[in-house]
């Protein structure tokens, strides 16, 4: 009986969950989100900069 993590096991607080790229961290849906969860990829603005910091470097010389 040892049920560490399991997904959807809770009735009630089933919040939406996403993987964030950067740091492969999983992260709850939250109510600043409500409008555009769909449109949110990244756990927090850092890991949003670190992706953009990845688009700095891909630039052609
Ligand atoms: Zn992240």
Sequence with gaps: MNR???PKARGKNTLP???C???SKEFNW???WQRD???VVYCSKRCQRNKS???V???PH
């Design 53 to 55: 910091r990845d688009i």
């Design 37 to 39: 969860w769909q449109h």
């Design 30 to 32: 939250r109510k600043k």
């Design 17 to 19: 969950l996403k993987t």
């Design 4 to 6: 560490d993590r399991e």
């Design 21 to 23: 790229p950067i740091c």
């Design 57 to 59: 470097n891909v630039q």
